[in-house]
Each structure stands twice: as C-alpha cells, then as structure tokens.
C-alpha cells in the first residue's frame, strides 16, 4: 500500500508537468506560424488530448475533503499503473508534436485514431485509481 495524497501528487505533477512542455511546444509552433491558418484545429488537438485528463486530476483535489483525518492508502500496482500508462501517453502525445510532418494538422488529426484509445485506457485506469482507496482511521 501507498500513502493515497502522495501518490496523487506525484500524478499530478508528471500530468500538469508534461502538459506545461506541450503547452509551450504548442505556443512556440504557433508562434513561428507551424500551423498555418489551421491554429484551431491544433490547439483543439491539445485540448482533446489533455483537458479531460487534467479536469479529472484537479477535481480530485476538491472532492476528497476528509482525506486529511484519516490514513488514505492505495494499492501500488494500481498508482504503478496509472502512473506508468499516464508516462507513455504522454510520451506519445510528445512523439506526436515532435514528427516533422509536412502537413502538421493532418498529422496530428490522424493522430487521434490511436490517441482516443490510449487516453481512455488512461483515464480509466487513472479514475480506477481515484476510486479504488482505503480509509484506514487514525
């Protein structure tokens, strides 16, 4: 078992790290005019991709008000798993901005095929983490 606010910080911050890498990746590429006249169609890409992730995260941090009184722990292969599928989405969604294509928007449209699979094996595994602790009272 693991410390449950522990290993929920340590979520949050490779999600909200990485997506801060993107986030700046995205800005630079636009910036640079990488996405031609097509910046909402790649800033919904980023969106898509990140958002519903992000949302379940921060979330957690205000619906677990009474986690504070008691001793909240959790199974580690299941914050293991979490963590490590969060980690290869994430380096995946990297590989994908990083592929110099020529057609960028195209690339990352296509992209979605696989993506949408991976980001909800994620995110289920990320609410099964969220869901599956145990209160043990001080």
């Known amino acids: 078992m ?3 606010t522990k290993a929920r910080k340590k979520i949050a911050l490779l999600w909200f790290s990485v997506a801060a890498i993107i986030f700046i990746l ?3 590429r636009t910036i640079t005019g990488k996405f031609d006249d097509h910046i909402n169609e790649a800033w919904g890409w980023f969106t898509q991709n990140l958002s519903p992730t992000l949302l379940l995260i921060i979330s957690s941090f205000f619906t677990d008000g009474k986690d504070h009184l008691t001793e909240v722990t959790i199974d580690k292969f299941r914050f293991r798993l979490s963590f490590y599928l969060s980690l290869f ?13 020529i057609n960028v928007i195209e690339w ?13 094996i994620v995110a289920s595994s990320i609410g099964m983490f969220f869901i ?3 209160s043990n009272s001080s």
């Open 89 to 101: 989405y994430l380096l995946v969604l990297l590989t994908v901005l990083g592929v110099k294509n």
């Open 132 to 134: 599956n602790k145990t």
């Open 2 to 4: 693991i410390n449950f």
């Open 108 to 120: 990352l449209q296509s992209s979605n095929i696989y993506l949408g699979i991976l980001q909800g």
């Open 26 to 28: 995205m800005l630079a």
